[in-house]
């Protein structure tokens, strides 16, 4: 399964993004997705998943609210809508595509089998 991001760029303070994350498989409606962030100097962050059906998502705290994700199976597509950025939801930002195991919702890197190449989001105050 290949992924790629897109979607990222250079946005206000408070303003929206909506980050997509194109798979090239058609069997990627069989399986749940998540995406992660990473600022420089920081550990990748966790941030949301979704289930192969797009019926279960679950959202990590640190964006609760501000941050949803959904899927297009048709498109074989995933997305992030983030709204009310901050300066500190600055980070790059990674789609990632679990094959394996059933844990939910899927917290940890080593959880996910494929990954996208990452889209840069930066937040201007």
């Known amino acids: 399964v290949q992924l790629q991001a897109s979607g990222g760029g250079l946005v206000q303070a408070g303003g929206s993004l909506r980050l997509s994350c194109a798979a090239s498989?058609?069997?990627?409606?069989?399986?749940?997705a998540g995406w992660f962030r990473q600022a420089p100097g920081k550990e990748r962050e966790f941030l949301a998943a979704i289930n192969w059906s797009g019926g279960r998502t679950y959202v990590a705290d640190s964006v609760k609210g501000r941050f949803t994700i959904s899927r297009d199976n048709a498109k074989n597509t995933v997305y992030l809508q983030m709204n009310s950025l901050k300066p500190e939801d600055a980070a790059v930002y990674y789609c990632?595509?679990?094959?394996?195991?059933?844990?939910?919702?899927?917290?940890?890197?080593?959880?996910?089998?494929?990954w996208g190449q990452g889209t840069q989001v930066t937040v201007s105050s």
């Open positions: 498989a058609r069997t990627f409606s069989n399986y749940a």
């Open positions: 990632a595509v679990r094959v394996r195991g059933s844990s939910w919702p899927g917290r940890l890197e080593y959880e996910y089998d494929y």
